[in-house]
């Protein structure tokens, strides 16, 4: 269903970063058998911040994909960076 280092599908922007926006990686990977009829039920939701501080480092866990049906959770996987991304080195200064 989704595989480690595997793109997710939203973006979370990056405050001060050296870049604006990242997109996170499933970081690890999840299968499991699920009747034809109920494949249907399954929802797959990110929970993730929509704004998170540089510095970012690389695989740091930035939020979850939750896996589960009405019933219950089948799986929780981590949302990950995936790379490092340094304060920017324009703007006001840091002390």
């Known amino acids: 269903l989704i595989r480690v280092g595997e793109p997710l599908w939203a973006e979370v922007q990056v405050e001060d970063g050296?870049?604006?926006t990242?997109?996170?990686i499933?970081?690890?990977d999840t299968t499991f058998v699920v009747r034809t009829?109920?494949?249907q039920d399954l929802q797959i939701s990110l929970q993730l911040?929509?704004?998170i501080p540089a510095?970012?480092?690389r695989h740091q866990i930035l939020?979850?994909?939750v896996v589960?049906?009405?019933e219950q959770v089948f799986a929780i996987i981590p949302a990950l960076s995936p790379t490092e991304i340094p304060h920017a080195r324009w703007g006001p200064a840091r002390r």
Request: proline share 12%.
């Open 26 to 28: 499933a970081g690890k």
């Open 63 to 65: 939020g979850r994909v």
């Open 55 to 57: 510095p970012v480092t």
């Open 22 to 24: 990242l997109q996170p």
């Open 37 to 39: 009829r109920d494949i």
């Open 68 to 70: 589960r049906n009405k």
């Open 49 to 51: 911040p929509a704004l």
């Open 18 to 20: 050296s870049v604006s």
